[in-house]
């Protein structure tokens, strides 16, 4: 079992509340659990309207498939255009490490 996470950092563009942040990053967390079924949530800058992060966290028994996902996921999230990436920290998971 592989599991593989994936933490974005975001900075939002012309956003001026915290309801207009909502409508940025939900279709974002949505698409991608729909497309890839994953596990996504927003994990933190809850209180700051231009800046985001989420995770993202998924489960394969391939290290390939998995590997594979967690790009198509990066690569998603980049080329939205409301959003500019900051930073995106990945970690890798597998059944040898303690």
Do not use: N, W
């Amino acid at each position: 079992m592989y599991v593989g996470t994936l933490s974005f950092d975001l900075l939002l563009g012309d956003v001026r509340s915290l309801k207009e942040k909502r409508s940025v990053v939900r279709p974002i967390v949505a698409e991608l659990q729909r497309k890839y079924a994953v596990s996504v949530a927003e994990t933190g800058q809850q209180d700051l309207y231009r800046r985001v992060h989420i995770g993202l966290a998924a489960v394969s028994g391939d290290a390939g498939h998995l590997s594979d996902v967690l790009d198509r996921c990066e690569r998603l999230v980049a080329a939205r255009p409301e959003v500019e990436l900051l930073s995106v920290r990945r970690r890798f998971h597998g059944d040898d490490d303690e």
